[in-house]
């Protein structure tokens, strides 16, 4: 990704721009030309042939949504916090987390999250960002924030911890296709798409 945003900057300041078209597809092995011909792709074959065809290619995570940030930030997971589905960029850096254990008394706030909203690194965020927070407790949807007084205790499901450091970190980011952007190029995005009734799972739409 460094080399990508040199790349932009060398084109940006060029006399005369090169045309670059940039194509980023997370979740698609290479099953299509011009890898191989299981998949035929005549277009992308032929696109591939007029530019360059990258043949080495190295996952940060096993899972796709910790690899798209990295696509698109040019971070490892270890500086992103996204380790999975769940958790996201926007969360602060939580540290350890004590699963089946919760904080008891000095209670200053409650949180709804969402089940898919970031779970408990997003309730770490919500304890990072309050002045008074110290500790937090995430069980069953609801963020409990605690005050430095509160006291650890076991409970079945819960997990907890204590506040965490630079919840907006990524408001200092700057996207691969941003940089690109801000340098004069047009940039595109698209969401992916399913086939109605496969692999539908619990993901929103």
Known sequence: MTAL?????VLAT??????????????LRPSIEPYTDN????HLRALAQRGVVFDRAYANQAVCSPSRNSFLTGLRPRSTKAWNFVNHV???DCGLEVPDAAWRGDEIAEVSIARDGGMAGECCSHCTL?????KWTYANGTC???GAAATRAPSSGAVSGASGADA???ARTTTTPQHFRERGYWTAGAPRRRSPGFFEGDCPP
Do not use: I
């Open 168 to 170: 907006t970190w990524w």
């Open 5 to 9: 945003r040199r790349l932009a900057t």
């Open 144 to 146: 409990f924030l605690h």
């Open 90 to 92: 926007r969360q602060a």
């Open 130 to 134: 309050a002045a008074a927070c110290a």
């Open 14 to 27: 060029a006399s005369a721009k090169l045309n670059v078209l940039y194509v980023l597809v997370d979740d």
């Open 39 to 42: 998949v035929p792709t005549p």
